[in-house]
Nanobody, 127 residues
């Protein structure tokens, strides 16, 4: 199993970035996927999740209406479109694969529901 996240960078407040995640080595369309983020000194926090079939999504309250998670089950890709960024969004963002127990039809919000993680991609938002 491989999970590779990329696409982070520097943005100004109010700007946009799109994160991408390439996954392989498992039945991609049967697994929920998620994005988490972490800043130094704090616990990793949930950002967004999407079910294996793409029919269900879940978002942290702090990103609702600003971030959108999507997936391409042909290309084994996950995307996180981030709009109207604020300095509070500065963090290391991780893509992750959910365990088999989550199933393919629901999103998952707990870090313990995920078993493979990307290396992280840094997002920095300046004021």
């Amino acid at each position: 199993v491989q999970v590779v996240d990329f696409g982070g960078g520097l943005a100004h407040s109010g700007g946009s970035l799109r994160l991408s995640c390439q996954a392989s080595g498992f039945e991609f369309s049967h697994r929920a996927m998620g994005w988490f983020r972490q800043v130094p000194g704090k616990e990793r926090e949930f950002v967004a999740s999407i079910s294996g079939n793409g029919g269900s999504t879940s978002y942290a309250d702090s990103v609702k209406a600003r971030f959108t998670i999507t997936r391409d089950n042909v290309g084994n890709m996950i995307y996180l479109q981030m709009n109207n960024l604020t300095t509070e969004d500065t963090a290391l963002y991780y893509c992750a694969k959910a365990t088999w127990s989550v199933g393919g039809f629901r999103a998952a919000e707990r870090a313990s529901d995920y078993d493979y993680w990307g290396q992280g991609t840094q997002v920095t938002v300046s004021s």
